[in-house]
């Protein structure tokens, strides 16, 4: 998406005739874009009656807002933006349950900042293996959920709908930096939180001079 103004030029044709009131033109968009929508709604907040909504909510925005789109991104961003935002105001919504504390399962320092342990499972590296049985899914998509909305919703376009890091920032309103902290932070907790659930011991030292 960096430095698109649009798509393609039939993007900028299209909303030009919705613009002009074409109707055929916004049928024309949803048809193109709202699988893509409905994927990223549902990677985030992973239930299929909110996904709805939230599609539905999108293309009512640039049906009624279309007037003021002007091409400063591009279009498939804007779209992008709006759906992560109306999806991360459900999750804000939603009852949570009891908070959990991430420093709980992040790593340990020694007091001149060199680690002192660390979660041995580093589920980022093979995402593909532990997604490899029903069970383990489960266990991954449950330690997601107990992350704080934000660092989820950096997490899920990080890591499952893969945009860059500037995108993201673009998209939640923070910057690339804020973006890697989150992130960072967000793995180390799945990692921690995996390997005790899993009964693997979490925290490992590691070997003399090493950092």
């Keep these: 998406m960096e430095g698109e103004k649009f798509s393609n030029a039939a ?11 074409d109707a055929e033109a916004f049928t024309a968009l949803f048809q193109c874009y709202s699988a893509r929508v409905a994927r990223q709604a549902i990677n985030l907040l992973g239930n299929e009656a909110e ?6 909510e999108v293309f009512l925005t640039l049906y009624e807002k279309a007037n ?5 991104a591009a279009l498939s961003t804007w779209l992008y933006r709006l759906t992560a935002n109306a999806a991360l105001s459900r999750l804000r ?8 504390s991430m420093d709980d399962y992040l790593p340990q320092f020694r ?15 093979d995402v593909e293996r532990w997604y490899a049985t029903a069970e383990l899914r489960q266990l991954l998509q449950q330690a997601i959920e107990e992350l704080q909305p934000l660092d989820k919703a950096v997490l899920v376009l990080s890591d499952v709908e ?3 890091n500037r995108d993201i920032g673009e998209m939640l309103g923070l910057s690339v930096l804020a ?15 995996l390997a005790v659930t899993l009964d693997i011991p979490p925290l490992h030292p ?3 001079g090493s950092v």
Aim: proline share 5%; charged share 35%; aromatic share 6%.
């Design 68 to 72: 003021t789109f002007r091409g400063a």
């Design 111 to 125: 007091a001149d900042g060199h680690h002192l342990v660390r979660p041995v499972v580093d589920w980022s590296q």
């Design 179 to 193: 973006v890697k902290a989150r992130l960072h932070r967000a793995r180390l907790f799945l990692r921690g939180k």
């Design 51 to 56: 996904t709805e909504e939230v599609v539905q």
């Design 93 to 100: 919504r939603r009852k949570r349950r009891p908070e959990v």
């Design 162 to 164: 893969e945009l860059s």
């Design 11 to 21: 993007d900028q044709l299209l909303i030009e005739r919705l613009q002009a009131g």
């Design 206 to 208: 590691f070997p003399r």
